[in-house]
T-cell receptor, first 113, second 110 residues
Framework: EAQVTQNPRYLITVTGKKLTVTCSQN?????MSWYRQDPGLGLRQIYY???????DKGDVPEGYKVSRKEKRNFPLILESPSPNQTSLYFCASSPQRSGSPLHFGNGTRLTVT | LAKTTQPISMDSYEGQEVNITCSHNNIATNDYITWYQQFPSQGPRFIIQGYKTKVTNEVASLFIPADRKSSTLSLPRVSLSDTAVYYC???????????FGAGTRLTVKP
């Protein structure tokens, strides 16, 4: 089944403890992206990647890192999480082809205490 | 990247047609318009997209005037299950940067 898989679904951690949220897609998509969603703010893009080894900042990249070593994986890294990074995170992918919609994962709800 | 403006919220009743308009004044020649639907705690789901005039699928219609500075998503005969947040995106032709705004929260009442 074609899908975008995020793990974990839920994560509670403490300030400063490094964490990684994984994202994997099995559709051979070139484009992948991370978003965070907070009440009243919609989805805000954190980072995106147009292909392997090509990443770029979105609207809210501070405090996050990403890597794209393989086409299928696009992990989101929080080196030193803070409470203001408590949010619902979504990973998405699409072909690098005009008119192709985004496919989203099921989300990761992160709480930083 | 073209900025989009949508109403923050809308209310409707079951069986009515709902029209949600999105403004995108500085849309570029090769950009196209895409709409997504999102239910609570789920990732957004693609609804419809278009470049100009009218597009219709089994879920919705999308109306885009000749100047392309706005677009209107039309949902025919909404039901309670259409209660969701709807996002309008202006997407570059090469699909490389897709940014969502705050969306429109549609509430369908019985």
């Amino acid at each position: 089944e074609a899908q975008v898989t995020q793990n974990p679904r839920y994560l509670i951690t403490v300030t400063g403890k490094k964490l990684t949220v994984t994202c994997s897609q099995n559709m051979n998509h070139e484009y992948m992206s991370w978003y965070r969603q907070d009440p009243g703010l919609g989805l805000r893009q954190i980072y995106y990647s147009m292909n392997v080894e090509v990443t770029d900042k979105g609207d809210v990249p501070e405090g996050y890192k990403v890597s794209r070593k393989e086409k299928r994986n696009f992990p989101l890294i929080l080196e030193s999480p803070s409470p203001n990074q408590t949010s619902l995170y979504f990973c998405a992918s699409s072909p690098q082809r005009s008119g192709s919609p985004l496919h989203f994962g099921n989300g990761t709800r992160l709480t930083v205490t | 990247l073209a900025k989009t403006t949508q109403p923050i919220s809308m209310d409707s009743y079951e069986g009515q047609e709902v029209n949600i308009t999105c403004s995108h004044n500085n849309i570029a020649t090769n950009d196209y318009i895409t709409w997504y639907q999102q239910f609570p705690s789920q990732g957004p789901r693609f609804i419809i997209q278009g470049y100009k005039t009218k597009v219709t699928n089994e879920v919705a219609s999308l109306f885009i005037p000749a100047d392309r500075k706005s677009s209107t998503l039309s949902l025919p005969r909404v039901s309670l299950s259409d209660t969701a947040v709807y996002y309008c995106l202006v997407v570059p032709y090469n699909n490389n940067d897709m940014r969502f705004g705050a969306g429109t929260r549609l509430t369908v009442k019985p």
